[in-house]
């Protein structure tokens, strides 16, 4: 599966972003899907994580409460909703996916991602 990321950007402090990331091929709703991000100077982190289905889904603490997950398995496609956007959240964020045709849970840890996208620059200003 390829996947390419969308929507980031340039947002001040407070605002809003909403990343979106469309995979190529028929059979997306088999897998599980992840958005990470990486710092300057950070290693690459969980942001977020959804089950095949869309039914579970995951957030690092950092973002809870913030940030929402969602995707559509008809469009092929994964977004991030991103609110009450902080400094600290600037990053590269990468959209991933791996096979996992019937999980209940999405994976928090890079590695056990198979597919990776090329990531979108989010910058939030002070």
């Known amino acids: 599966v390829q996947l390419v990321e969308s929507g980031g950007g340039l947002v001040q402090a407070g605002g809003s972003l909403r990343l979106s990331c469309a995979a190529s091929?028929?059979?997306?709703?088999?897998?599980?899907m992840g958005w990470f991000r990486r710092a300057p100077g950070k290693e690459r982190e969980f942001v977020a994580g959804?089950?095949?289905?869309?039914?579970?889904?995951y957030y690092a603490d950092s973002v809870k409460g913030r940030f929402t997950i969602s995707r559509d398995n008809a469009k092929n496609t994964v977004w991030l909703q991103m609110s009450s956007l902080k400094p600290e959240d600037t990053a590269v964020y990468y959209c991933?996916?791996?096979?996992?045709?019937?999980?209940?849970?999405?994976?928090?840890?890079?590695?056990?991602?198979?597919?990776w996208g090329q990531g979108t620059q989010v910058t939030v200003s002070s």
């Open positions: 991933a996916a791996y096979w996992d045709p019937s999980g209940r849970y999405a994976r928090r840890v890079p590695h056990e991602y198979d597919y």
């Open positions: 959804i089950n095949w289905s869309g039914g579970s889904t």
């Open positions: 091929g028929r059979t997306f709703s088999s897998y599980a």
